[in-house]
């Protein structure tokens, strides 16, 4: 077999074996040596190149921002800060229609720009906002669909774990990245916001009959209160991207900078305990060896299929084919929203980018534009079954055994159609995600 042969034969043994359950990393891994032992003919030589491929991935003075976001986003979760950021919303938006939902998008959104992991925003908001909604009579699957939603913010308001994830794999900086990020990210909560007042205004009996009574027996914050629980939220969000804005620091050291803050914003508030720290290190140990994995995988599979002449020949038929730049860009679209409904986020990435990179470059495209595109695209899969990790993980923090899967899907469609019209205004007019670089 010729070389690009031997590349879509192991592209296409790396999707049977995703399919079959094997784990994304192993099937990337296994497919990539198999793929170079048949086009060097060694496998001393196939172990060797991809040897090298992970030491130069895991050595990258970049990779260092991924364990530092991730221990910051723990840290703010078990210290109380969410449940804070929850409450200042809530009592924002108490007196407008659907209130309590939009208050969850906005915590979420708030949450979103400390976190960066739209897993911990879903396992978060399940525990605080889920049962705040059913109790003031927002429907089970109305309450679910907005936690849901609004989940996804996470990775797209910087900073974001999949922005680091595609500036690693395109080599495009991780603070233009950020930057680029936040206008879309601004538009899709307030696209989510607006989306549960109209229908809070015109069809309040789709959230839930409490809501449409309108009432709300929670006690009002004072000022003293507002300032106590937002204050902490807004000096960390400000060290962090202020930091990266202002050139202060690089998005690692932002990232050191910010885990410092929330240890000491939680010791000051003892609410982080020895034990909660711990637990916080181990959970963030197994994140961060989780996305190493899946980064070392991506970059043997690139390696594989750039030896095997895939991207050059699939780049080659692109600039061939008669579809055209937008023709390129919608497939590529829709096939991320696709594989979204077996695959998680990061996974996607990894296959699809390094693919469509050449092709990219080749076109002249703006990758840092495209760079949003793709992960919005990716977002919608959390929500889209069968797999949709974010309702999974939804589903796995609920104490109520009533609510189903397949009510926390329907609830969050609404919001996977709102973030298609996100997606639709970024492709349309990219200067929503260039206008602040």
């Known amino acids: 077999m010729s070389p690009f042969e031997i590349g879509m034969v192991s592209f296409g043994a790396m999707v049977v074996m995703v399919y079959m359950g094997f784990w994304v990393p192993f099937a990337l891994m296994l497919s990539s040596y198999v793929g170079v032992w048949m086009i060097k003919g060694s496998p001393l030589l196939a172990g060797k190149l991809l040897a090298l491929a992970a ?17 910051m986003g723990y840290v703010v979760s078990v210290t109380g800060m969410g449940r804070d950021a929850f409450d200042v919303a809530h009592h924002i938006f108490r007196r407008v229609k659907g209130g309590l939902g939009i208050g969850t998008v906005g915590a979420n959104a708030i949450f979103a720009a400390i976190t960066g992991i739209s897993i911990a925003s879903a396992a978060v908001f399940t525990r605080i906002a889920v049962p705040e909604m059913i109790r003031h009579g927002y429907s089970p699957r109305f309450s679910v669909g907005v936690v849901a939603g609004s989940s996804v913010l996470g990775m797209l308001i910087p900073p974001s774990l999949l922005l680091i994830l595609y500036g690693l794999l395109t080599e495009q900086s991780v603070g233009d990245l950020f930057i680029a990020g936040v206008l879309p990210g601004l538009l899709l909560a307030t696209i989510f916001g607006t989306g549960i007042f109209l229908t809070a205004l015109l069809r309040p009996n789709l959230l839930g009959d409490g809501v449409a009574q309108d009432h709300d027996d929670t006690p009002v914050l004072t000022r003293l209160e507002v300032a106590q ?11 962090v991207l202020g930091g990266i804005y202002g050139g202060y620091f690089t998005p690692i050291e932002a990232g050191a900078v910010g885990c410092a ?3 000491i914003i939680g010791l000051a508030r003892r609410s982080l305990s020895l034990k909660d720290f711990w637990d916080v290190l181990n959970d963030t140990g197994l994140v961060t060896a989780g996305i190493s994995f899946l980064i070392i995988a991506a970059q043997m599979y690139s390696r594989m299929l750039a030896l095997s002449g895939v991207p050059a020949e699939f780049g080659q038929f692109v600039a061939t084919a008669d579809i055209g730049y937008w023709g390129v860009i919608l497939a590529y ?16 990435m990894l ?19 495209f760079g949003i595109v793709t992960i919005i695209a990716v977002e919608i899969g959390l929500l889209t079954p069968p797999f949709g990790i974010s309702v999974f993980v939804i589903k796995s923090s609920l104490d109520d055994p009533s609510i189903t899967l397949g009510d926390i899907f329907m609830g969050a469609a609404p919001f996977a159609l709102m973030m298609l019209i996100v997606l639709a205004l970024v492709l349309a007019f990219p200067i929503l995600a260039t206008a602040l670089i």
Do not use: R
């Open 351 to 369: 296959i699809l980018v390094p693919l469509m990179l050449p092709v990219l470059v080749s076109m002249q495209v703006d990758l840092v534009w």
């Open 333 to 348: 679209v829709a096939l991320v929203i696709v594989m979204g409904t077996i695959l998680d986020s990061s996974s996607i």
């Open 229 to 239: 629980k937002g204050l902490p939220i807004t000096l960390l969000i400000g060290l």
């Open 261 to 263: 803050g929330a240890i």
């Open 55 to 71: 030491s130069e991935t895991i050595s990258s003075y970049f990779f260092g921002v991924v364990p530092l976001f991730v221990l």
